[in-house]
């Protein structure tokens, strides 16, 4: 039976994309919020009264229902009774499954089917003595945290939801508010600014406790519209929807508003001279020239993508003479450093330090900080933890430059950045009142290698084949370097789409996605300067490149006679001397990186083949044919492969063939140009057109990871043209 959507829910949602498309009251994906209310219970008929809250992992900007998980409150409530101590209060997450609406405590015989618990278990419905003995529900539940058609995992929070006796309630983490936490007098702050009518709740990891001291709180100070929570966020509650909001924005603003009457003018200290930021076009520009090393450095337990920003935010933070001392500190929301780790990398030198001793200084850095985290891991890891998950930075921070932020993804190293002047901001709040006093190492520890967190980390989808992959298109705006890109993106790597008509290579990079998947850059491969610059736009948005398709190309197809010298030398500078120098800079990229990679050469099978009328073309793709062999042999010890393809007659959705070379081909075979593609399928082996898509698969398997000893290969991609058979 279907029912209809409750009020609460609609209103929920409603507040929640408010609340949390404004940056200013809490991060991307941070914070929940909860509605509670009575429905007909669907098998009963009787009255049941429910909590609907914000699943594990979802974003509060962009909630929809289905992103609520939805419990029954009796049973949520029930769970104080069997409630073990705050020793062991992680076993109530996977206990939360046994409140779901519709779920009713029992598992059934389909999620046995799925290896989710026994058979024996699902058949008596409970939790058999060896989980029992563990103190939680069955290890593939608690982990996957959902069960097919149970809506998302609940999260840590649901107990602070469920407990306080308030219809609505907000937890979110606002700068200003974590502010007022992390301020080593907080609990005073809180008093001058809110009086009674916001309370304290001392720092506590996220759990069922916190949710039990949050409830006692309000059942004993009915005055109170929230509380501050130390070193964490807030929480709100109201008797309406539009009460609850209200009463989130009162504390937020009303913080915020205390410290911009009673703060000090310089937070961060004095400005350091020599930090002051270097003017946008040598900053970005630097930027770019340290994002490739950085990317390695931070990639070197596991491969990381790039995300580089210069907000103001940052800048300030970093000409001012504090900053050592409050990066080490850390960040504080447990939001902000499972994201961000527990303290980033700093360059301490200033920008105008020459290149070449900055980045000497960054590899000196680097191997102090997996020291120090190495070092972090061992003072606090016991038999259960799990295993450090790499030693490298998320966060570096260069003076006059700005803030570069890795992450698995281009989203996940973006959000990182995110955070971070989240926390900055947060910094610059308690040190203008008070004295910034995050929590203290033992405590992140317990929040960063938290075993709920890893099994969140454990529930996320596989990575597909080509994540944290960089890859660089030429020619991309149409045709096989349109359908290349669009294969590499979809196949999880971040795509740079160039191509000298700069429109249509906007078009193809909007095709595929937002920013944080493809972004497109204007570039002739004919022009140093312009390969160089869209290497940088490269690095800037995703902290370099690994992988290469040199795909630009045109056409002239004329007899010798014909040919002028003119047609030679512009066949010859886009193809042969193109393609060199995008492999060059390529190669000057991944150096710096040290990470491998590979470039693709898309040649032709006229690269060996020898058509009439065709001397210009097919000398430059015989031309690029050779480089494959050459810069194989030249790069293999820097771990970089060198590839090709050899495709033919790929006629649609060609520039190429649209630009006048198809009429040109067509004349020469005595065939309409509309039955070109139809033509040349009828000469091959296996009688079928080549598509933009086989091309772009070809490049695929060379680069996906199957073939990581194959280099200096050919791949036909012709349907078979014996002439063309690689000898």
């Not at 779901?100 to 799925?114: D, F, M, N, S, T």
């Not at 698995?408 to 989240?422: C, H, L, P, S």
């Not at 160089?532 to 992988?547: C, N």
Request: proline share 6%; with cysteine.
């Amino acid at each position: 039976m279907v029912q209809d959507e409750p009020h609460e829910v609609a209103e929920l949602i409603g507040r929640s994309n408010r609340l949390g498309s404004d940056r200013r009251n809490t991060n991307y994906a941070g914070g929940n919020a909860s509605a509670k209310g009575t429905v007909t219970d669907p098998v009963t008929g009787e009255p049941v009264e429910l909590l609907w809250v914000k699943g594990s992992g979802g974003d509060l900007g962009t909630l929809t229902a289905d992103g609520l998980a939805v419990l029954r409150l009796d049973r949520l409530r029930a769970l104080t009774g069997v409630y073990p101590g705050v020793e062991r209060e992680d076993e109530m997450v996977a206990a939360f499954d046994y409140c779901r609406h519709g779920l009713g405590g029992v598992v059934g015989p389909a999620l046995a089917e799925r290896g989710v618990v026994g058979p024996a278990l699902a058949e008596r419905g409970v939790v058999g003595p060896a989980l029992a003995e563990r103190g939680v529900v069955g290890s593939g539940l608690a982990e996957r945290g959902t069960g097919e058609g149970f809506g998302p995992a609940p999260s840590i929070d649901t107990a602070m939801h469920g407990l306080v006796d308030a219809p609505h309630v907000d937890h979110l983490h606002p700068d200003s508010g974590i502010a007022f936490a992390t301020a080593a007098d907080g609990e005073a702050l809180t008093a001058n600014c809110f009086g009674g009518r916001v309370g304290w709740v001392p720092w506590r990891r996220p759990g069922f406790q916190l949710g039990l001291d949050i409830a006692e709180l309000h059942r004993a100070s009915p005055g109170m519209i929230g509380v501050v929570l130390g070193g964490h966020g807030i929480t709100a509650w109201g008797a309406t929807s539009r009460e609850c909001e209200a009463n989130s924005l009162e504390i937020i603003r009303g913080a915020q508003r205390y410290l911009d009457e009673h703060g000090t003018g310089a937070p961060f200290g004095t400005e350091i001279p020599g930090n002051k930021p270097l003017p946008a076009p040598q900053r970005r520009a630097r930027a770019a020239e340290l994002a490739p090393l950085l990317r390695g450095l931070a990639g070197t337990d596991q491969p990381q993508v790039g995300h580089y920003t210069d907000d103001d935010v940052v800048l300030d933070f970093l000409a001012g003479s504090e900053h050592p001392r409050l990066a080490a500190l850390g960040t504080s929301c447990p939001d902000h450093f499972l994201r961000t780790k527990v303290a980033p990398l700093v360059l301490d030198l200033p920008p105008a330090a020459p290149l070449a001793e900055a980045e000497a200084r960054l590899r000196e850095l680097h191997a102090a900080y997996r020291d120090a985290y190495r070092a972090y891991y061992g003072r606090h890891a016991t038999a259960d933890s799990p295993p450090m998950r790499g030693a490298d930075p998320a966060i570096v921070l260069v003076p006059g430059v700005g803030m570069f932020s890795f992450g698995a993804d281009k989203q996940t190293a973006r959000v990182a950045g995110e955070f971070y002047i989240n926390a900055i901001s947060v910094m610059r709040g308690a040190e203008s009142v008070s004295t910034y006093a995050p929590i203290g190492e033992s405590e992140k520890f317990r929040i960063e290698y938290w075993e709920l967190e890893e099994a969140k980390l454990r529930r996320r989808p596989r990575p597909k084949p080509l994540a944290a992959r960089v890859a660089l298109v030429t020619g991309a705006g149409s045709g096989i370097g349109r359908a290349t890109a669009r294969r590499l993106a979809a196949e999880g790597a971040c795509v740079v789409l160039a191509d000298r008509d700069g429109a249509a290579a906007g078009r193809a990079a909007a095709d595929i996605g937002p920013a944080d998947v493809a972004v497109d850059v204007t570039a002739d491969v004919t022009d140093e300067a312009s390969i160089a610059a869209a290497f940088a736009v490269a690095a800037l948005a995703f902290g370099g490149v690994d992988l290469v398709v040199n795909n630009a190309g045109l056409s002239v197809s004329k007899p010798l006679a014909d040919t002028t010298a003119a047609d030679w030398d512009t066949q010859h500078a886009v193809m042969a001397r193109g393609s060199f120098l995008v492999s060059r800079e390529a190669a000057r990229v991944m150096r710096a990186q040290g990470m491998g990679g590979d470039i693709v050469y898309i040649c032709s099978k006229n690269a060996v083949f020898a058509g009439p009328s065709n001397v210009a073309y097919g000398a430059a793709k015989a031309d690029q044919a050779h480089q494959v062999r050459l810069l194989a042999a030249e790069l293999g010890e820097s771990g970089i492969r060198v590839n090709g393809v050899n495709p033919d007659a790929v006629v649609r959705g060609s520039g190429i063939f649209a630009g006048g070379w198809g009429a040109q081909r067509a004349a020469v075979y005595g065939v309409p140009e509309t039955g070109l593609g139809a033509f040349y399928a009828q000469r091959t082996l296996l009688k079928r057109e080549v598509l933009p898509e086989h091309v772009a698969a070809a490049v695929f398997v060379l680069t996906a990871g199957e073939l990581p000893v194959t280099t200096g290969l050919h791949i036909p991609v012709d349907a078979g043209v014996a002439a063309a058979f690689l000898r």
